[in-house]
């Protein structure tokens, strides 16, 4: 590529950003095609395949972004005086204290429900009062995220999310390494993260604030080796008690254990052996028949996708391969120790069985690859933040180490355009990897990307992604399961089901169960939920791909709904799907039946009268006998000696 060429392209670009740029000068739809696309340079909105997502201000949240020579005094100060003004929660996440933008979940206190105006109003004044009595007359200040150089949120297809000086390019399959490299030198593109073994960079554009990179992203998006250029958005995800949504139980604490015995708690594991005892019996995923067959490889891999697992745990610490921390940026998986969710879908997945301690997984003797890919709020005020170029490199990361990818975790419910999530998924199931999502459990429509079940990928291909719902303890769809639009492909028990906890003592949090290591005082939780159902299916896929490697995920997925227990409604139906899964009946077993075989019915009808035929010889010889015994009797009564 010419340096004149390159000059001119950069001039064209931030000509256009420019243009954009000046949105009070002309009409929102100059950034656009006819098409409805958004072009190259577009400051609200960001390209997916044909069409665009526009991007419009939160009511939810808003940041405050603070001077590069700030402290942590400074922030504490911020925070303390935004909540005594009433502005809401403020919150200093991880993946943005590299930006010092602060996230603050709005109080709705306006005249019309959802209203943050009056919060917003609020904080203009806390945010002028305090730089002028920290920042006077410094070129830096703290700047409100609607503010032109703030770090705005935005929100889109039922998502909030942050925007950051970040982009991620993926290139076309094939592209030259120069030619890759010389287009980010060109826009000044500095890689932050370099995931060239997959074909993408992470960047940032120096010298512009999160607004200005997301026209340039735009602009990237359109070249000729690109395949995608999306920003790095870090998505704001809501408090999940227990999992995915406000109406899922909250976590509990199983009973007292017993004395000592092998896997203790098995008893209250009804979800792998239902004796009918508080629910029906044979309403499980038939885990002993199926251990029968296999209990599993430890060459078998699952991913368990989440907010970490800890490894320590005397009932999976023998389970690990190597794991990945996308969100923190190295090989430790460990979670901080109020995030308990990861730890608890493990143990569902692939808990140690046969040894003194606790709980049986459904993948017994299969291996375990932690990953992962977001945190709660320190504060547990409201949520966890999730970056999108983190879940990215933690899908990606996964498929390259593991069989079956469990996703215990949801997006927005009409979220459908995220090019970031869906690439990586694709790459998964491309390799050959067995990808499972939880539904969600806000007794609505199936969440993304569990929604993206029967959906086609960029080159047409079907997405064999399993979306997985939940049951009770008499196989009853629970009524907080998500369902709808033929999505949901199976469903396994996910009340209430007795697995591990972050081991130690736990100290409530302000939301009232989470706090320090785990969700209970003990080392093992009662969870609820549609992640709870998903490691159940993921576990089984693990079984079936121990005992028949190398099966496809479409072939994984047929061999799932092919062997399901088909629950009320009868067929197919959106809430349950293809039924509640059967462990030993997809693992292709020939004896899978629990049940006791019937005594076979007693005949009680009568007999009819039997034909005989009478020799007549025998009844002569018979009267002969008779009347010689009987003359013989006279004989000596009559004539004594």
């Known amino acids: 590529m010419e340096m004149t060429t390159a000059s001119g392209l950069r001039r064209a670009a931030r000509t256009r950003i420019w243009l954009c740029a000046t949105s009070l000068l002309l009409t929102a739809a100059s950034c656009y095609s006819q098409e409805g696309e958004c072009r190259a340079g577009a400051l609200d909105c960001f390209p997916y395949r044909d069409t665009r997502v526009v991007l419009v201000y939160s009511t939810l949240y808003e940041t405050v972004t603070l001077p590069s020579n700030a402290t942590a005094n400074h922030i504490e100060v911020l925070e303390a005086r935004i909540e005594d003004a009433g502005i809401g929660i403020p919150e200093l996440f991880p993946s943005l204290a590299d930006d010092r933008a602060i996230v603050i979940q709005l109080r709705q206190d306006g005249a019309a429900p959802g209203d943050p105006a009056p919060a917003l109003e609020r904080l203009d004044r806390v945010i002028a009062d305090f730089n002028s009595e920290y920042f006077a007359g410094q070129q830096e200040q703290v700047v409100a ?12 297809d039922g998502a909030n999310f942050v925007m ?18 010389a287009l980010l030198r060109m826009y000044e593109a500095e890689i932050t993260q370099d995931h060239s073994d997959h074909n993408w960079y992470l ?21 000729a080796i690109v ?14 008690p227990g999992d995915g949504g406000a109406s899922a139980p909250l976590p509990t604490c199983p009973a007292t254990l017993p ?11 009804w979800y792998l052996n239902n004796n009918g005892s508080g629910g029906t019996q044979f309403a499980d995923v038939n885990a002993v028949k199926a251990w029968q067959i296999t209990t599993g490889d430890q060459s078998t891999v699952i991913a368990i996708i989440d907010d970490g697992v800890a490894q320590d745990h005397v009932d999976l610490a023998t389970k690990f391969v190597a794991g990945y921390d996308a969100y923190g940026g190295d090989n430790d998986p460990t979670p901080n120790p109020w995030d308990g969710h990861g730890t608890a879908v493990a143990g569902i997945a692939a808990a140690v069985t046969g040894n003194p301690f606790g709980i049986k997984g459904i993948g017994s003797d299969v291996a375990i690859m932690a990953v992962r890919v977001y945190a709660y709020a320190t504060k547990g005020a409201y949520g966890a933040d999730m970056p999108h170029p983190v879940i990215k490199a933690g899908i ?7 069989h079956v990818l469990n996703n215990s975790w949801v997006r927005s419910e009409s979220m459908v355009s995220n090019l970031a999530i869906e690439s990586a ?3 998964a199931l491309n390799k050959g990897r067995v990808v499972v999502f939880a539904v ?46 033929g999505l949901v492909t199976v469903v396994a028990p996910g009340l209430e089901l007795v697995t591990t906890d972050i081991m130690g003592t736990t100290v409530n949090g302000p939301n009232g169960y989470t706090g320090i290591n785990g969700y209970c005082a003990g080392d093992y939780a009662v969870f609820s939920g549609t992640s709870a159902a998903a490691p159940l299916v993921s576990g089984t896929a693990a079984l079936i791909l121990s005992k028949t490697p190398g099966l496809l995920p479409q072939a994984v997925r047929d061999r799932l709904e092919n062997t399901a227990v088909d629950l009320v409604p009868a067929g197919y139906d959106d809430k349950t799907g293809h039924g509640r899964i059967d462990a030993c009946l997809a693992l292709q077993g020939t004896n899978c039946n629990r049940a006791e075989p019937p005594e076979p019915p007693v005949d009680r009808t009568p007999s009819p009268p039997s034909s005989l035929t009478v020799d007549p010889t025998i009844v002569i010889v018979g009267v002969s006998i008779f009347l010689i015994v009987f003359l013989a009797y006279l004989f000596r009564k009559w004539w004594p000696d």
Not at 203 to 223: P, W
Not at 396 to 402: L, M, P, S
């Open 259 to 269: 004395g000592l015995s092998i896997d203790p708690l098995f008893a209250q594991q």
């Open 440 to 485: 969600g459990n806000e007794g609505g429509a199936v969440r993304y990307p569990a929604k993206l079940a029967n959906t086609f990928d960029v080159t047409g291909k079907p997405r064999a992604i399993i979306a997985v719902g939940a049951t009770d303890p008499n196989d009853q769809a629970l009524s907080w399961s998500n369902s709808g639009g």
């Open 425 to 427: 998924i694709d790459y």
């Open 145 to 156: 995220g609607r503010n032109a150089v703030g770090n705005p949120v935005y929100s889109s």
């Open 203 to 223: 960047v940032t554009i120096r010298g512009l604030n999160a607004r200005e990179a997301l026209g340039v992203s735009n602009t990237i998006h359109y070249e």
């Open 227 to 240: 395949e995608f250029a999306q920003p790095g958005f870090v998505e704001l995800i809501p408090r999940l």
């Open 396 to 402: 990606e990361t996964a498929a390259d180490n593991a």
């Open 164 to 181: 950051v000086n970040e982009v991620i390019v993926q290139f076309v399959p094939g592209s030259n390494e120069t030619e890759r490299l």
